[in-house]
């Protein structure tokens, strides 16, 4: 799958979180299911991945995610799509799919809807003209921004998606990360934000962290420099969840290209993923 960050997120409420961190061992998924799962330790190690059991939310997407029925889930996830709610839409499409896997039939058309999705939703989103006379965007200029420290050694920095993406991106072009942001490379980082799947629906292993889910499910992606793709540690993945988490792990700021477009700036590798304390 071609790796755009402007992925599907789902706009969902509500979850039942057991334990302190969403990561979860791929190979141990099948054990873990005919067992229940133990309590919740009273903390936690970052460093050390651990398991969340998240119970079906009621309502929105994820209730049509989790039904049992799948012709209800292919109804709602073509009923989605055709109104253009390609955000909402995707992952109910990638569920359909993995209920067609074995019907190449049926599997073709739902993969075509996937990736029509994946385009729609990596597009820029359309200004209208009008409204941006009427409402003048403020760019943080050279001058304005605050620049970043360098990282002692050791040290975790801790940054909120935008703080860490505080400056104007030439998405088009590139070349204009300010070099205090590119001396956070390699860098530990600690920072929290909303988590959009860009693999699957289930068992992520890589997914795109977000300050905010409410633009993108109105099909407007965040910008470039507000968004850090995550790569799980290998072997590992994590169960969707909806609410805040917190991440964290080794930075990488490099620019990078998908079919000549500028698709990410901030990579991550976790070595920590859990919800955010309430």
Not at 119 to 133: F, Y
Not at 218 to 225: I, K, S
Request: glycine content about 6%; overall charge negative.
């Amino acid at each position: 799958m071609s790796k755009k960050i402007w992925i599907a997120s789902l706009l969902l409420s509500g979850a039942v979180v057991v334990g302190p961190s969403l990561v979860k061992s791929q190979a141990n998924k099948s054990a873990s299911a005919a067992t229940p799962p133990a309590a919740a330790p009273a903390t936690a190690d970052p460093s050390s991945p651990q398991t969340v059991a998240s119970a079906a939310p009621t309502g929105g997407g994820l209730a049509a995610l989790n039904t049992g029925d799948p012709a209800t889930l292919e109804l709602r996830a073509n009923q989605t799509f055709t109104r253009g709610q390609y955000a909402l839409a995707l992952p109910m499409l990638q569920k359909v799919a993995d209920n067609y896997k074995d019907n190449p039939d049926k599997l073709g058309p739902v993969e075509e809807k996937i990736r029509v999705c994946q385009k729609n939703i990596a597009k820029p989103p359309v200004v209208d003209p009008a409204s941006a006379a009427q409402q003048p965007a403020a760019p943080v200029t050279a001058e304005q921004r605050k620049p970043h420290p360098a990282p002692q050694a050791g040290e975790t920095v801790v940054l909120d998606i935008k703080e860490l993406g505080n400056f104007e991106y030439d998405v088009e072009h590139g070349g204009n990360i300010p070099e205090d942001v590119k001396h956070l490379s390699g860098a530990k980082i600690r920072t929290h934000g909303f988590m959009i799947p860009l693999d699957q629906a289930e068992n992520i292993s890589e997914f795109a962290l977000v300050p905010s889910l409410f633009a993108c499910c109105f099909g407007q992606p965040p910008q470039v420099q507000h968004t850090i793709v995550v790569h799980c540690p290998k072997g590992k993945a994590v169960s969707y969840y909806p609410d805040e988490i917190v991440v964290e792990g080794a930075l990488k700021v490099e620019e990078k290209k998908d079919d000549g477009y500028i698709v990410s700036i901030f990579e991550m590798d976790a070595s920590s993923v859990r919800p955010a304390p309430k």
